[in-house]
Every structure is written in C-alpha cells, then in structure tokens.
C-alpha cells in the first residue's frame, strides 16, 4: 500500500472515530507512522488532506450508484437513490458533515459526481414527459433537500429522532417535481412538461433535421416555455 493510501486510510479511521468530527494532522501522522511534511507533500494543506479521505470514503458510495442496473422506472430509481444517500450519510457522519456541511473540502469532486449522476436518472424522467422542470433545476432540488434532511439528522437528532422525516420528505419534493401519469391539470403545465421533454430529447434527434441556427432558435424557444410561469 502506498504513502499515500496509507494516510487517507488513517485520516478516514479518525473522522470515524471523532465524536465532533474534527481531527488534526499531528493526530494523522502518528496514525500512519508519517512526518507531517509528508502531507502537505502529497495534499498540499489539511483541506487537501480532508478532500481526498472524502473522495475515498464517498468513492464507495459512489461506486454502487455508477454499478446499480436501471430499473424501468425512473421514478423508483429516484426514490432508491434519495433513499441510500440518506442511509449512507448516517453510515458516515462525520466525512458526510465534510462534504455537505462545510466549506473545508471544497476540492473534493465527489459532491460534483453525486450531482451529475442525480441528473442523469432525473434527464430518463423528462424523457418520458413526467418531470416539471428541466433536469438540472430539478437535480438542485432534489439534491438540496436530500442533503437538508440528512444533515438535520446527523446535527439534530434530538429534534429530529424519527428518520422517516427522510421519506416524507422525499416524497412530498418528488410529488411536486414529478408528474403524475395521468393528463396535467392545464394546458399551460402540459406545455412547459412538453417542452422540457422535447429539449432533453433533442440531442438523440438526426443531426441534419436543423441547421445550427435552426436548433438554436429551437431550444430558445422551448427553455422560454419550460421557464414560463402559469400566469404567463
């Protein structure tokens, strides 16, 4: 195993174990039988050091999202993905307070990652004409309040000791983002999901169907819908 492995490995062990989630250099280095100017040679400064046992710790988690076959439904996707962010976060606590609660590892690519893979399953909805949103707005949302609700039990248990808060949650953001198979209620929000579903689709249509100035006055168009209130 290398130096560097080695450090991380024992920068993760001590996150674990640290009642407040704080731990300091001089505490990793003893750990892993290294001189301090060995860190900040291979990290460059403890945020450094505390983006990289962050990536390696999420890196698992984010190895099961990229490895999980597709259901047919995105939908129970969504859901199975809300669900196992938040069984993960209280799994690890202190490197999830890391990544999501502070500014400390800034670095770190796993919160971009965990984004980009949200909006994927999110980009399979629109689709289908079901979301009501465009994918990314969406992707902000869902991740926003995924992240709100773990953090809150992770800092707050005793205001929040039930963890189905979690489910309710999910439930009630995915209820207003996702629309129901059945007709919208107005025109107006049959248009917006139309347009958002042609503008995620557009990128599989035949390439010679517009010229260049075509599809862009084309996704002009549709973002202006897709972005239009209902009293518009």
């Known amino acids: ?45 403890k945020e450094g050091l505390l983006a990289a046992t962050v990536d390696q710790v999420w890196d698992q988690y984010l190895g099961m999202k990229r490895a999980a076959e597709e259901s047919a439904d995105p939908l129970s996707d969504l859901r199975a993905g809300w669900d196992s962010h938040n069984a993960f976060a209280l799994a690890q606590p202190n490197a999830y307070r890391l990544l999501f609660g502070s500014g400390s590892v800034a670095k770190a690519e796993s919160a971009n990652e965990a984004m980009r893979l949200l909006q994927s399953v999110l980009e399979r909805l629109a689709a289908q004409g079901r979301l009501r949103v465009a994918p990314e707005i969406a ?25 189905a808060i979690s489910s309710m949650m999910r439930d009630i953001v995915l209820g207003g983002l996702v629309s129901a198979t059945a007709p919208a209620p107005d025109a107006g929000e049959s248009a917006r999901i139309a347009a958002i579903t042609l503008r995620t689709s557009r990128p599989t249509l035949p390439p010679a169907l517009f010229t260049g100035r075509e599809a862009g006055l084309l996704d002009e168009w549709l973002e202006r819908i897709q972005s239009s209130s209902p009293s518009d």
Request: net charge negative; hydrophobic share 50%; proline share 7%.
């Open 1 to 45: 195993m290398s130096t560097r492995s080695v450090i991380i490995d024992a920068t993760a062990e001590l996150l674990a174990q640290s009642p407040g989630g704080d731990i300091s250099t001089r505490a990793v280095c003893e750990a892993a039988g290294v001189q301090q100017p060995v860190i900040y040679r291979l990290f460059g400064d």
């Open 139 to 163: 992707a902000r949302v869902v991740m926003a309040a995924n992240t709100g609700v773990a953090l809150a039990l992770i800092l707050r248990p005793a205001l929040y000791p039930d963890p």
